[in-house]
């Protein structure tokens, strides 16, 4: 199990001359392919809308050269995350033969498609950071969404009707609890170089500006959920700082004036500290409200259908109600203002609801994978860089998956499945470009150091 997480069977000799038969036999694909990928990566963070869009060129593109790629996409399509992935909607599949709702079942299972997204992309996984630095471009066209957002489109009515516009929660063209999601793995890309980064270079000051805005951002979503899993990733990063020894005094000063530089920026977005008092005041109070019985608020809602998902996973804890089967459960089991939600807002309550412990214990190992190869394909002295990004983000989806079914949403399926084609088991060892961003003896290092840790 654990050679299958790292992707020992990976032939890395196999792997690499497959990259060189392809620089040789088609350069000007690649560049294509380059230009495709970057698309793909700027469109993660779009509006629902475009998602699928913006990925449909690299995906037809990667068909017309599929000759010239051979066997590059063997090793892609056969990442441990993808075998996983076909795992999980393997069992998924089954388990519509006892759902009440397989139609809804079926949707769910669509979303699984993202993870064949390391697939498309690999060809091009030299340009690892160029990649990230596209993702993050996405989340910034994001942020750009908000402001125009926060003053109601500047009076263009056309681009108003295109964006989220709630009272007191300014999440772009993002749906607000989706946006906080998004905007949490965003602050997880930047916050590596921001709080990690040694020397005061450009792209540590960029990075520094790209953390405080999405941090900005996410506050600005009154999204209480993102909320709380950002501060979870921030202990994370302190405790990961600690145990790498990259927490120095000079880190942590550094870190320091961020906080409170984020605190009121993020202030101001949310366009005044009373606003945010007030979600978290109203979060206490339906918290109150619902101990009594009481669900009929935001919070009560969220309590009554994560304790009908709970009551679904111990009534039926082998096969569960069947992928789709929860909103028919609900729909049983609850008054009818509370009906109309299919899934309990988090993930991991809709897998025990629906797919019971196997389909749990199947995304236990999906987290696993996916956290064990962000670490690993950064070399120990790009810890404090973006490259290092795809690990913060993905625990910070992690962490917000406790408040969001994120593998459900559009946008959140997609940048999940983006962060693990970032994040392969083995970055390719080539002379054409530096994988890691570095210079190519850099590259060789950490090749010839994943293939010894295979062995």
């Known amino acids: ?31 294509l392919h380059l230009l495709f990928a970057c698309i793909a990566m700027v469109g993660i963070g779009g509006p629902v809308s475009i998602v699928d869009i913006a ?19 063997i090793h892609g399509f056969g990442q441990p995350v993808v075998l996983c992935g076909i795992l999980l909607a393997a069992w998924m599949g089954v388990s519509l033969l006892w759902s009440s709702d397989p139609s809804a079942g079926l949707e769910h299972m669509s979303e699984l498609r993202w993870l064949a997204m ?48 709630y009272p007191e929660r300014v999440s772009g063209w993002w749906d607000p609890a989706v946006g906080g999601s998004m905007l949490v793995a965003a602050v997880g890309l930047y916050l590596p170089i921001a709080l990690f980064g040694q020397d005061w270079t450009k792209a540590r000051i960029i990075g520094l500006l790209g953390f405080m805005v999405s941090v900005a ?35 942590m000063v550094v870190g320091g004036l961020v906080a409170v530089v984020v605190v009121v920026i993020g202030s101001a977005a949310a366009w005044n500290v009373q606003s945010v008092a007030d979600r978290v005041t109203n979060a206490k109070e339906e918290l109150a ?15 009554s259908v994560g304790r009908q998902a709970i009551d679904a996973g111990i009534t039926h804890p082998i096969g569960g109600l069947g992928a789709g089967g929860f909103g028919d459960w609900m729909e049983q089991r609850t008054p009818e203002i509370l009906d109309d939600h299919s899934h309990p807002h988090s993930s991991i309550l809709r897998l025990l609801s629906e797919q019971g412990i196997p389909g749990v214990l199947i995304v236990v190992l999906l987290v696993v994978i996916l956290m064990t190869s962000s670490w690993r394909c950064v070399h120990q002295e790009d810890r404090g860089t973006l490259l290092m990004g795809p690990f913060y983000a993905i625990v910070a989806v992690i962490l917000v998956s406790a408040f969001d079914s994120v593998l459900l949403n559009v946008n959140t399926a997609a940048l999940i499945g983006a962060l693990a084609a970032l994040s392969p ?31």
């Open 1 to 31: 199990m654990v050679g299958f997480v790292k992707g020992s069977y990976i032939t890395r000799d196999a792997c690499d001359r497959g990259f060189e038969r392809m620089h040789a036999r088609d350069r000007i694909g690649d560049r």
């Open 118 to 165: 390391i697939g498309f992309v690999y060809p091009v996984i030299e340009h690892r950071k160029l990649l990230i630095g596209c993702l993050c471009f996405g989340f910034f066209a994001g942020n750009v969404a908000q402001v125009f957002d926060a003053f109601n489109g500047f009076g263009n009515e056309w681009l108003a009707d295109r964006l989220w516009h």
């Open 425 to 455: 088991s083995y970055l390719p060892m080539s002379d054409s470009a530096s994988s890691m961003g570095g210079d190519l003896e850099s590259t060789r290092d950490i090749a010839r150091n994943g293939k010894e840790q295979s062995s």
């Open 217 to 251: 951002g996410l506050i600005a979503t009154g999204t209480r959920g993102a909320w709380i899993a950002g501060a979870g990733l921030m202990l994370v990063a302190v405790l990961v700082g600690i145990g790498t020894k990259r927490w120095s005094r000079k880190t």
């Open 289 to 303: 409200r619902a101990a009594e019985g009481d669900y009929l608020t935001s919070m009560g809602v969220r309590v």
């Open 55 to 73: 990925v449909l060129p690299i995906v037809v593109f990667f068909l017309v050269r599929v000759v010239n790629t051979f066997p590059i996409w």
